[in-house]
Every structure is written in C-alpha cells, then in structure tokens.
C-alpha cells in the first residue's frame, strides 16, 4: 500500500465483511487493520473464503495473523456469522470491539434484552411447528435461530479468552482515551451510535411496557417447542378447533410484528464509527435505520438520535460512506418520497453526501454490500440513485454487463431493469460478477495538505 487507506468490501452476499487498512497508523509505523463484522444472510463458506483472503493482507507475528481491531456493528447474523472462533483461531485480535447493546450486563439495556429473549422464544416455538410460511417470514424466524445465539457467545465470551483481551462495548459518549487503541497513532475514532441509554433512547421511556404488552399479547406464541406440540395434540376443550386456529393466529402475527420491533432495534444500536485520518473523513453505520425525526422519549431510529445528539459531526460532509443496511430504502437518511421536500432524514443526507453545486463533480466515495435475493426489495434501487448523484464511484452496470447478463440478476424486470443503465455506487454483487474477484477495493487518498 502507498499512503493510500484501503477499504475491501468482501463479497459475501446480504452481509458486511468489510477490512480497513489504514497506511503507517501504528506506533511502529505499520498498517492499522480493521475488520468491520463478518457475516452474511447466506451460506457461511463465503466467510471463510473472505477470512482466509483476509489473512494473505494481515502482517504474521510469531505464526499467527495480527489483525489490530475487529468491529462488531450489532449481533445480526449478516454480521456476526463467520465469527468462528476456529477461523480465527490463527488470527491475533488485539482489540474486539461491540455494539454496548450486545453487553448482557449492561443496565441500560435490560428491556432490550427481554423483548429479544421473549421474541427469540416465540420464533423458535413457531419454526418447531413447521409451519408453511412466506420467505419474508421464514427469513424473521431464521434470525433466531441457535445459532446466532452461537456466534454471539463466540463474540463475548470465547474469542476475547483465545485472544486474552476484554471486549469494549462502544457507545457514543465515550471518552477519547478509550476510543484509542494502544498501538493507534495515525487516525482518530469517533462512535456516535448507539447512545448508552438503549431502553430510552430505541424502545422509548415506556420500554418496561413494550415488552410487557408483547408477553401479554402473544402468551400462547411464548412457548417451548415441547408445549407446542403437547397443545397442537391436546388442544383446549372449551373453545373449538376453528376459534383456536383463528386465535393461535393472531398470536403468532402479534409474535411477528414484535419480532419486526426487535430487529429495528438491533439495527439501530448498530455501531456507528467515525474515522479521521489524514484530513479525511470515514463513515461506517452498520444497518442504523432511520425514521420521520426525532422525538425525545420514544422509540427512535440511530440516524435520527445521532442527529439530535451528535449533528455537529454529521453537519460536515464525509469523504466516504459504507451505505446502511445493504442498500435497504430505511438505512441512508433521504427522502423516500421523492418529491423534493426538506425532511430530517433529507437534511441529513444533504450534510454528510451533499450534491456539487454548479459543474462541480462529488468527490466522496461509497460502497454497499449487497445482493438481491429473490423475495427482497435488497437494494433499494432509487436509493443508490439518489447517492449516484452524491458521489464519484459510480458505474452505469447494464453497459458494463450488457443486456444478457444483466437478466441474469435475480428480480431483473421488477428491481433491476428501469434503474441499472443509471450511475449508482459500487455494488459488491455486480462488480464481482464483472471482475471475478471476491471484493471490491475503495482507495482514499490523504486530503491536500495532510
């Protein structure tokens, strides 16, 4: 590398493996290497394909990989499902970083924790019914599974001993010190999500009672897979069979939209991670959603927080920006609508990527992670659009692919096919199709002067 920060988005599917290479940022004048998650909603092998490229770029200290911090954004499997700790296990982590909302100790987090206990035992009570359910659906239930519980576990428990480290559960409001690595000498880091108060500031100050309305309302979905099938077989005599099924019904769309609660909630205590380096200025969110504005005391959405409580950070533009959530419609801050009004979630697009004015060309970089499934609206395609206009990265993909090949994109005529001969940012699905390669790679050059 030649004095040039390097960002490699992994090709890994609907997931975020991301590696930061900061050039000559330790105090012995090496590269600073970041891992930013490793998940992916797919098979796993990516990750371990990903992992082991990975190594080739990590420098070897007494036969192991070192690989200075590893960022967990949230616990969502598309970002902590290759977190192994046998593929790591030739890895060096010299500091782990998590989301604060993942730390189970955390005392303002406690309602955060009960609602996805309670939810996490509702899906599973519904997945041991084999149920037929729509994709939308089986994908809820997925994010529950045991194994996520697994790769969670890993995160805070077994690669903080195989590494000999404790892992720092991030918030914004941190002091600096905290936020600066040892061997950190060349950049600087700046969280500004999530807020430490996650009841308050993601549920709402009337968190107690969200979660305690969940449990009364879908007591019959908070079951164990053994009490299912013992009521499926002997199910109550004072109802009949036609009320029962109508009731378990609604009970299980109440655990659903309970489950859609949670997982924004997970989303918006994503970490959000500011690096400075060298007169540049680096912007990676996680999935942080966000909403119409902000509003003190009730469930808000990480963009809308970070605004209210960090916009003096986030009223200056970026020199890059890792796009939210996959490319989702709900994760980069813009008017959905499109009709042109100043909203909050505008205005805040507008500071951070703003549009050149007269002739000028946008200078700011962007990547997103992504690939269409074939149910999901993943990613949202004037959305990428919108940040085309914003950024200089940009491809014009049906050129690049031509028409055959384009067709071959899961969703073509529905999601594809009126947008892709437009600029959009680099998408790691398509620029693996045109490359071959398992990434792609965003260089940012120092600021002049720095």
Request: charged share 25%.
């Amino acid at each position: 590398m030649v004095d040039k920060l390097l960002i490699r988005a992994y090709s890994v599917g609907v997931g975020d493996c991301i590696h930061v290479a900061i050039p000559k940022a330790r105090t012995d004048g090496a590269d600073f290497h970041i891992l930013i998650d490793c998940g992916t909603r797919g098979k796993a092998d990516v990750l371990r394909l990903a992992l082991d490229h990975l190594k080739t770029n990590l420098p070897k200290i007494d036969g192991n990989h070192r690989l200075d911090l590893l960022l967990v954004s949230h616990e969502h499997e598309d970002h902590i499902k290759g977190c192994d700790p046998a593929w790591f296990k030739d890895i060096k982590i010299e500091n782990l970083w998590m989301s604060v909302a993942m730390n189970r100790q955390h005392p303002q987090a406690k309602f955060k924790h009960k609602l996805h206990d309670d939810v996490a035992l509702a899906m599973r009570s519904i997945a041991s019914r084999n149920l037929s359910l729509s994709p939308e659906l089986q994908d809820i239930v997925s994010r529950y599974n045991i194994g996520n519980d697994g790769a969670v576990t890993a995160l805070t428990n077994t690669l903080p001993k195989q590494n000999d480290i404790k892992p720092l559960y991030v918030h914004a409001g941190l002091p600096a010190a905290k936020l600066k690595p040892e061997t950190l000498a060349g950049a600087v880091f700046k969280v500004l999500g999530p807020q430490e108060n996650i009841d308050y500031y993601y549920l709402g100050k009337d968190a107690g009672d969200v979660v305690q309305t969940f449990a009364l309302a879908s007591a019959g979905a908070l079951r164990s897979p053994a009490q299912v099938a013992a009521l499926d077989a002997d199910p109550p005599e004072n109802i009949s069979g036609t009320d029962f099924r109508r009731l378990r019904s609604r009970m299980m769309s109440t655990a659903f939209a309970f489950a859609e609660e949670e997982g924004e909630v997970v989303n918006n205590t994503s970490v959000i991670l500011l690096i400075e380096w060298r007169g540049r200025r680096l912007l990676f969110v996680g999935d942080a959603e966000w909403n119409g504005g902000y509003v003190e005391g009730k469930k808000n959405f990480a963009w809308n927080v970070a605004w209210k409580k960090h916009g003096s950070e986030l009223s200056k533009p970026v020199d890059f920006l890792k796009i939210g959530h996959h490319g989702s419609t709900n994760a980069t801050p813009w008017n959905d609508k499109e009709d042109g009004k100043a909203t909050e979630p505008s205005t805040i697009l507008d500071a951070i990527l703003p549009k050149p004015k007269g002739n000028k060309k946008p200078t700011a970089l962007a990547v997103v992670s992504t690939d269409r499934t074939k149910y999901d609206p993943i990613p949202k395609s004037p959305l990428l659009l919108e940040i085309g206009n914003r950024v200089s990265n940009t491809r014009n993909y049906l050129s690049l692919l031509g028409e055959d090949r384009a067709r071959t994109l899961p969703l073509y005529e529905k999601y594809e096919r009126q947008w892709l001969d437009m600029p959009q940012p680099w998408r790691t699905d398509i620029e693996a199709m045109i490359s071959g390669e398992s990434f792609v790679d965003v260089a940012i050059d120092p600021a002049a002067g720095h």
